[in-house]
């Protein structure tokens, strides 16, 4: 009896098991920066970047995710994330994912933006759900 006890106390507090790795998400910031989204967060230093996705709300179309892992680039306070290319069609819904990992400190980050282009591109990318 006791072993069923500690064991359903070790799984109620956390002790086991990998809950305690999950990342942090956070609301990154888009802005139309040209004809394409600009996606900010406040950066730390030694940030860097190790994989990015977007996806395509209305499910058309291509998605797109890169791995970063092995080049892990380092990211700049200020400076918009880089999207590589990808080319985001006007007045589509998107969801943009970043895993970013920090050089000085073992936590893990998830950045998500969900945003729409303007039909026309002008006027600032719609930012929110």
């Known amino acids: 009896m006791k072993i069923y006890l500690l064991a359903a106390l070790a ?12 990342p942090e998400t956070r609301q990154a910031v888009t802005v139309l920066q040209g004809n394409g989204p600009c996606i900010t967060y ?3 230093p030694g940030d ?6 977007f996806i395509r709300e209305s ?6 995710y890169k791995s970063l892992i092995s080049s892990r680039p380092v990211i700049k306070k200020g400076e918009c994330l880089p999207v ?7 007045a589509e819904q998107y ?12 936590r893990k980050l998830i950045l998500k ?14 930012v929110g759900p």
Do not use: M, Q, W
């Open 11 to 22: 799984l109620l507090t956390g002790c086991c098991g990998r809950s305690g790795n999950v």
């Open 48 to 53: 860097i970047l190790l994989s990015a996705e």
């Open 95 to 106: 969801n943009a994912y970043y895993l970013i990992s920090n050089l000085n400190h073992p």
């Open 42 to 44: 406040a950066a730390s």
């Open 84 to 90: 590589f290319g990808f080319h985001f069609e006007p």
């Open 59 to 64: 499910g058309k179309g291509d998605n797109f």
């Open 113 to 126: 933006s969900v945003f729409t282009l303007p039909g026309d591109h002008s006027g600032p990318a719609g």
